[in-house]
C-alpha cells in the first residue's frame, strides 16, 4: 500500500522504460512464488532434468542467467543447446489446452484440472494427481530412449555432444526444433501405451528402432526450422505408424509431407 505519489512514479517508470523481458526469466520467476501452477512445476521439472548427471538433459538447457560465470563453469563443456523458455512451453501443452488456460492455472488449485480431464493432453493428469515425479520419469525415459536408439551409420549417438566442445548442432536431433518434433510423436505415443509401461526405456526404443533407417544427418531434408520440425514429425510419425489409406482414407501425413518438400 504505497503512498499514491509512489504509485504514480513506479507507473510511469515501467511505462516509459519498458523493456522486454527474456522468456527464459519469466519462466525463472515462477520459481520464486510460493503459489503452486503448472508453470512452476514444469520449470522444477526442466531444472531437475537439466541438472541431473545421468539426464540426457544434462547441461543441454540453456536457463535464465547462463551467461554468469557461475553458469560458465557449470557448463564447462560449452553451450547448452535447448532454450529453456521453449522446452518448459512445449511441455505446458501437455497440461493446459491453450495459453489462455495456462495463464487462468496459475490461479486455480489441482483439483481443477481433476474436474476437467482430456485425454488429448497426457500429462494433464499427473499434474491434477500431484504426480510431478511421472512426468519426469517419462521424459527421461523417452529421451535416454532417442539418445539410445537413434544413432549414425558408425553407431553414435544423434542426441548426444560427446565428440563436439563447442555445443553447436549437426542434426535435427540435437535441435530445439528436433526436440518439439519428437515431444510430439512422444505424445502420440503415450496415447497407445500402456500406463505401466510409459516409464521405461525399453518401451520407447521398441518403437524408435523403426526410424534408424531416416538419415537425420540430411540437413536438406531436415533443416533447423519450423519447416524441417515437420518434415521430421511426419518421417517419424509414418515410420512408426505408416499409413494404410484404406481404412484411413482420411489420412493425409503423406500428402502434407510430399508439399513441404516440393517447396
Known amino acids: 500500500d504505497p503512498i499514491l505519489e509512489y504509485q504514480a512514479m513506479i507507473f510511469s517508470t515501467i511505462n516509459r522504460t519498458q523493456t522486454k523481458v527474456p522468456p527464459n526469466l519469466v519462466y525463472s520467476l515462477f520459481g520464486l512464488t510460493k503459489n503452486d501452477s503448472p508453470q512452476k512445476t514444469v520449470l522444477n521439472i526442466v531444472n531437475t532434468l537439466n541438472g541431473r548427471e545421468n539426464s540426457p538433459f544434462h547441461k543441454r538447457i540453456k536457463l535464465a542467467g547462463s551467461g554468469t560465470t557461475e553458469a560458465k563453469e557449470f557448463f564447462k563443456t560449452g553451450n547448452p543447446v535447448l532454450s529453456q523458455a521453449t522446452i518448459i512451453g512445449e511441455i505446458l501443452k501437455l497440461i493446459c489446452k491453450n ?24 500429462f494433464r493428469k499427473y499434474y491434477a494427481n500431484d504426480d510431478d515425479s511421472r512426468i519426469i520419469q517419462i521424459l527421461f525415459a523417452y529421451y535416454t ?18 565428440e563436439q566442445d563447442n555445443r553447436k548442432p549437426n542434426n535435427i536431433i540435437q535441435t530445439t526444433v528436433g526436440f518439439i518434433a ?13 500406463e505401466e509401461q510409459n516409464n ?3 518401451t520407447y526404443s521398441n518403437i524408435l528402432v523403426r526410424v534408424n533407417n531416416l538419415d537425420f544427418q540430411d540437413n536438406r531434408r531436415y533443416p533447423f526450422s519450423t519447416k524441417g520440425k515437420r518434415i521430421l ?20 501425413r503423406e500428402n502434407e509431407l510430399d508439399e513441404l518438400l516440393k517447396k
Open 182 to 194: 519428437l515431444l510430439q510423436i512422444l505424445k502420440e505415443i503415450l496415447s497407445k501405451t500402456a
Open 99 to 122: 495459453k489462455a488456460e495456462q495463464e487462468l492455472a496459475r490461479h486455480r488449485k489441482r483439483n481443477y484440472f481433476k474436474q476437467n480431464p482430456d485425454r488429448n493432453l497426457p
Open 145 to 162: 530412449a532417442v539418445n539410445k536408439t537413434l544413432t549414425d551409420s558408425f553407431g553414435h549417438s544423434l542426441w548426444a555432444f560427446e
Open 200 to 202: 521405461k526405456i525399453e
Open 233 to 252: 514429425y511426419l518421417d517419424l510419425s509414418l515410420n512408426i505408424w505408416p499409413s494404410d489409406r484404406i481404412k484411413n482414407p482420411d489420412d493425409k
